[in-house]
């Protein structure tokens, strides 16, 4: 994945102003470069601290704009734990072919899901300028 200092940066922004429930959103590009974030509010009924669900209405806005082909993944924050995928996050995984970015209030990684193994596989993040 290659990603603008200035979203890495953004992403540590918006998992601090959620804090302590977790942030989310969607991560919209063209092959393996990022172009822009499309934030969400966590709309889940759960806890927040603990699980997030987009805004189906922020899908629909990236699709009307540009097509479901920009679609490279999904980020969100796990404020008071590590920046790797959860059971939780595990069970929700839909849409494989997606990328899944986690956030800690000072750390971002990376990650697809390898459906042959059924487990996230952490992929590089390359910081364009």
Avoid at 50 to 55: G, I, Q, V
Avoid at 112 to 120: A, G, I, P
């Amino acid at each position: 994945m290659i990603i603008k200092q200035s979203d890495l940066d953004c992403l540590l922004e918006l998992t601090r102003q959620a804090h302590p429930e977790e942030c989310c959103g969607l991560i919209v590009g063209d092959g393996e470069t990022v172009e822009r974030l499309m934030p969400s509010a966590n709309i889940t009924t759960g806890d927040k601290t603990r699980s997030f669900e987009l805004d189906p209405k922020v899908r629909f806005e990236l699709i009307r704009e540009s097509g479901e082909r920009a679609l490279m993944g999904f980020y969100h924050s796990h404020p008071n734990g590590s920046p790797f995928p959860s059971e939780t996050d595990k069970s929700m995984v839909y849409e494989p072919e997606l990328l899944w970015v986690i956030t800690t209030l000072d750390k971002i990684k990376a990650f697809r899901f390898c459906e042959v193994n059924q487990d996230f596989e952490e992929i590089p993040i390359q910081v364009k300028l």
